[in-house]
């Protein structure tokens, strides 16, 4: 009886909640998550409770609300339900990508195929693909999961992924910049197979090694990773100059839309008209 009172009681307060983001009703939403109730539930739960709101939120372009639900500890992004990150991606909403993954979205969250670099490499998206990299995805993610490589060992890395499609050099160039492993087997049997700009730019960067410089940066950023302080790096007391290094500031940093972009675009709008899930 009483786990049915509290089932009704987290309800009402899930409804609430969600009239307020329909509303996009900031100063309603911070008092009912100021509520002690909804701080017990936000924390009993590891911040899964009210998960559902904010992916609704994200859907709706709620950019306050957003905030708000994540400032009381909504969990960011929740692997096993839609994944807010892909739905930003989905949705162009490049300021929600930023605000989720500066609260702690895991930037290589997803199931199997559907990571969130993949979908940005998909729909041509060079803005949201720099922006996953600068907050930690792994150029080489599906290389570090061993079931996932069982499962899959023809499919190819990232990498591969882009020679095979014929992808923009923008996208090598951005993963060989952060650090993706240019040698795996997948990848020199793809670029053997492929003529385009993409391929000739990894062969002139397998002939010419990293720099010291940029190996120590993305030594630099992996370590910082680990020990989960990759959003710390414009805190080191180091000259500003080697701060811009760190942070990518001088490479492909451009919102430029790539003719594939609008392309991809155009086919998922006629496919599916009614795109926005909320």
């Known amino acids: 009886m009483l786990d049915f ?3 009704r009681k987290e309800k009402a307060l899930r409804h609430k909640v969600q009239e307020a983001i329909k509303g996009n009703n900031r100063e ?6 100021s509520e002690n109730k909804a701080c017990k539930l936000i924390r009993k739960t590891d911040g899964i ?9 994200v859907g709706a372009n709620r950019s306050e609300c957003i905030e708000e639900l994540l400032k009381a500890g909504v969990k960011p992004c929740y692997e096993q339900r839609r994944n807010t990150l892909m739905h930003a991606i989905f949705t162009e909403q490049v300021s929600i990508l930023r605000l989720l ?3 702690g979205a895991n930037p290589d969250a997803g199931l199997r195929l559907k990571q969130p670099l993949y979908y940005a490499a998909n729909f041509a998206d060079l803005t949201c693909f720099r922006m996953l990299l600068l907050y930690g995805a792994d150029p080489d993610y599906n290389c570090s999961h061993r079931d996932f490589l069982n499962s899959y060992p023809d499919f190819p890395s990232l990498l591969g992924m882009c020679l095979a499609n014929n992808y923009e050099v923008q996208f090598v160039e951005l993963l060989i910049q952060f650090g993706a492993n240019m040698y795996l087997p997948d990848i020199q049997k793809t670029r053997i197979q492929v003529d385009n ?3 000739k730019l990894l062969d002139r960067e397998m002939v010419h090694p990293r720099s010291l410089m940029s190996q120590c940066r993305i030594a630099i950023r992996r370590s910082m990773k680990q020990v989960g302080k990759l ?3 414009d805190q080191l007391e180091i000259p500003k100059r080697l701060l ?5 500031h001088d490479e492909l940093d451009n919102t430029e839309k790539l003719p594939r972009y ?6 998922v709008y006629c496919c599916f008209p009614e795109h926005n899930l909320v």
């Open 5 to 7: 009172f509290r089932s």
């Open 197 to 199: 700009d993409a391929a």
């Open 101 to 103: 993954l500066e609260y």
């Open 262 to 267: 609008y392309a991809e675009r155009n086919k």
């Open 49 to 57: 409770f009210l998960h559902g709101c904010l992916l609704n939120a």
């Open 231 to 233: 959003g710390l790096i």
């Open 244 to 248: 811009r290094y760190l942070q990518y």
């Open 28 to 33: 309603e939403l911070c008092m009912l998550l």
